[in-house]
């Protein structure tokens, strides 16, 4: 694989971008986001990415099954 030049941009995850979005929205809930992290000390922005971490994974594990779940009701389950 080459690598980019500058005027190109990977593809980008869906999946990765809503994670983002999660990681994000989790963070605002404690008055934080991603920037004001770096300001916190190393265990206190740890800990709090740990726990933004989670709550994105629920999330998107969470939307996987209602999307699985509505496929099988509209009958596009590509199983």
Do not use: N, W
């Not at 983002?20 to 934080?32: D, N, P, Q, S």
């Not at 916190?40 to 999330?59: C, F, G, H, N, V």
């Amino acid at each position: 694989m080459s690598p980019l030049t500058p005027d190109e941009t990977p593809l980008e995850d869906p999946q990765a971008r809503l994670e983002k979005v999660c990681i994000e929205a989790y963070l605002r809930t404690k008055g934080h986001t991603l920037q004001s992290l770096k300001k916190l000390p190393e265990a206190e922005a740890k800990q709090l990415m740990i726990e933004a971490s989670i709550y994105a994974s629920t999330m998107l594990a969470q939307f996987e099954t209602r999307e699985r779940l509505l496929q099988e009701l509209h009958g596009t389950s590509q199983q």
